[in-house]
């Protein structure tokens, strides 16, 4: 018996090391990879959707410093260009790469921390396939390398849900105020690189309190994580106010929404058809933004049939592929487009664009999408089955996305809005594909995990 608890023991340790490298070293060489692209990439990195809009602010600040009144800040969120004229001061000449570097170097550290965090749970017997999608996901891992602020969010998802996972796990009370900085610092950041996130942040602290019974320690998580994400948009309306004198992190909200709503047009990018009707309040000759938001709630309150149609398009939008027929937003600089063998089979040949982009090519893009948000919910839910701490991450995985999908269903459809919480989509994605190799094993998608708030 001796024999055989060493014999266990050993085989433990070895699958303990061999994880241990695997959490290392899948991060590091898709680092790695990156650094070779940025090498030999102009500049050290390409452009996003807004590319030209962020360097224009970021070249407005290094003009005229931190309050300049430029109106790309004002009109669009200030925080990411203030981060890319930062960048400026360690090299002008090298911003771009510097910029490159930071969100792949980041991205690297938040998926080994987010995995990390899962190797504490039975949910370890997966982390190898969770860490090789999160690293070498092309249009996820090749974000990091764009002009654009969805990296950083993703890269701030995994890490918001690791101390999340992990302050459920630990057992020194001593430590939670830390987690509570650390959630509502990362929670800070996305909100001031992001406004928008001001909601998903309040839906995850609201969450994470639930996690809990005690109601002074619910209290301590929500007070405590909201009042620490409200310093990033309020450094925003602060530098707002000194520059053009308004309250206000961004006044983009109205024109995205007016983007999405209307009688022709079908939600996504670009508009189509007449304008939702909206018309300045004396004496103002323009309209605001505040005004043009509820010109468009006001549209869709009367238009209940058509919002229902925009909606389910947005819906659909959201997930819509990258490429092809079915494709809708703005994500055509997509650097996985310049690897993608489907693009190239389109442009190939008359055969080829008429495979991917007809019959067949519609039919193959609705089933994946239909098939990546199924196994995002048989994720979801098979996690949830297990009760516990795996709850937990059921819960907080799915949520920031779930607020992501109604967001845009009030602005406007875009498949790249689902970039800021692709890390967790995908995650979820993963265990999807567990919970059917499971089914398929088993016949049943229950599993004999402990229902206790600490997996081990």
């Keep these: 018996?001796?024999?055989?608890?060493?014999?266990?023991?050993?085989?433990?340790?070895?699958?303990?090391?061999?994880?241990?490298?695997?959490?290392?070293?899948?991060?590091?060489?898709?680092?790695?990879?990156?650094?070779?692209?940025?090498?030999?990439?102009?500049?050290?990195?390409?452009?996003?959707?807004?590319g030209e809009s962020w360097l224009s602010g970021a070249?407005?600040?290094?003009?005229?410093?931190?309050?300049?009144?430029?109106?790309?800040?004002s009109y669009m969120p200030a925080g990411y260009p203030i981060l890319i004229w930062l960048l400026t001061k360690i090299s002008l000449v090298h911003a771009v790469l510097l910029l490159s570097l930071t969100q792949s170097a980041f991205y690297a550290y938040a998926s080994f921390y987010f995995v990390k965090q899962l190797r504490e749970t039975k949910l370890s017997q997966y982390i190898f396939l969770v860490g090789i999608a999160l690293a070498f996901n092309p249009t996820l891992s090749l974000s990091t390398l764009v002009i654009g602020y969805e990296s950083l969010l993703s890269s701030c998802?995994?890490?918001?849900?690791?101390?999340?996972?992990?302050?459920?796990?630990?057992?020194?009370?001593?430590?939670?105020?830390?987690?509570?900085?650390?959630?509502?610092?990362?929670s800070a950041f996305s909100s001031f690189i992001q406004p928008r996130w001001v909601l998903t942040s309040i839906v995850i602290a609201y969450t994470w309190a639930l996690m809990y019974?005690?109601?002074?320690?619910?209290?301590?998580?929500?007070?405590?994580?909201?009042?620490?994400?409200?310093i990033g948009p309020?450094?925003?309306?602060?530098?707002?106010?000194?520059?053009?004198?308004?309250?206000?992190?961004?006044?983009?909200?109205g024109s995205n929404m007016?983007?999405?709503?209307?009688?022709?047009?079908?939600?996504g990018y670009p508009h189509t058809g007449p304008v939702v009707p909206c018309e300045p309040i004396s004496p103002a000759t323009a309209v605001s933004d505040a005004q043009m938001v509820g010109c468009v709630v006001k549209w869709y309150v009367g238009h209940p049939l058509k919002a229902v149609r925009l909606f389910i398009n947005k819906g659909f939008f959201f997930w819509s592929p990258w490429s092809g027929p079915l494709g809708e937003g703005t994500m055509a600089r997509n650097p996985w487009l310049k690897f993608n063998p489907l693009v190239d089979i389109a442009q190939g040949s008359r055969?080829?664009?008429?495979?991917?982009?007809?019959?067949?090519?519609?039919?193959f893009s609705f089933a994946w999408v239909m098939g990546c948000i199924s196994m995002m919910f048989i994720g979801f839910f098979w996690l949830r089955s297990m009760?516990?701490?795996?709850?937990?991450?059921?819960?907080?995985?799915?949520?920031?996305?779930a607020v992501s999908w109604v967001v845009a269903l009030g602005t406007v459809g875009d498949h790249r809005y689902r970039i800021p919480t692709m890390t967790l989509s995908v995650f979820l994605q993963v265990m999807g594909y567990f919970a059917l190799r499971h089914k398929v094993k088993t016949r049943s998608f229950a599993v004999a995990l402990e229902p206790s708030g600490r997996a081990r």
């Excluded at 433990?12 to 695997?22: A, E, H, L």
């Excluded at 101390?163 to 509570?180: G, T």
Aim: charged share 15%.
């Design 258 to 267: 007016a983007v999405g709503a209307g009688d022709e047009t079908s939600g």
């Design 157 to 186: 998802m995994l890490m918001i849900v690791g101390l999340i996972i992990k302050s459920r796990q630990s057992l020194e009370s001593q430590k939670f105020d830390k987690y509570i900085i650390g959630v509502g610092g990362f």
């Design 213 to 230: 019974k005690n109601r002074k320690i619910q209290a301590t998580i929500l007070v405590g994580v909201i009042g620490v994400m409200a």
């Design 59 to 73: 070249d407005a600040l290094f003009k005229q410093g931190y309050f300049s009144d430029a109106g790309v800040l």
């Design 351 to 363: 055969e080829g664009n008429a495979l991917v982009t007809q019959a067949v090519g519609k039919a």
């Design 234 to 253: 309020a450094l925003v309306v602060q530098r707002n106010i000194q520059s053009v004198d308004k309250a206000v992190v961004a006044t983009i909200l």
């Design 387 to 401: 009760k516990g701490i795996y709850a937990n991450i059921a819960y907080a995985t799915f949520l920031p996305v």
């Design 1 to 50: 018996m001796a024999s055989k608890s060493k014999i266990a023991r050993v085989q433990q340790s070895k699958k303990s090391n061999r994880d241990n490298i695997y959490l290392v070293a899948i991060p590091l060489l898709a680092f790695v990879i990156k650094l070779i692209t940025m090498a030999n990439t102009p500049n050290g990195g390409w452009l996003g959707s807004d």
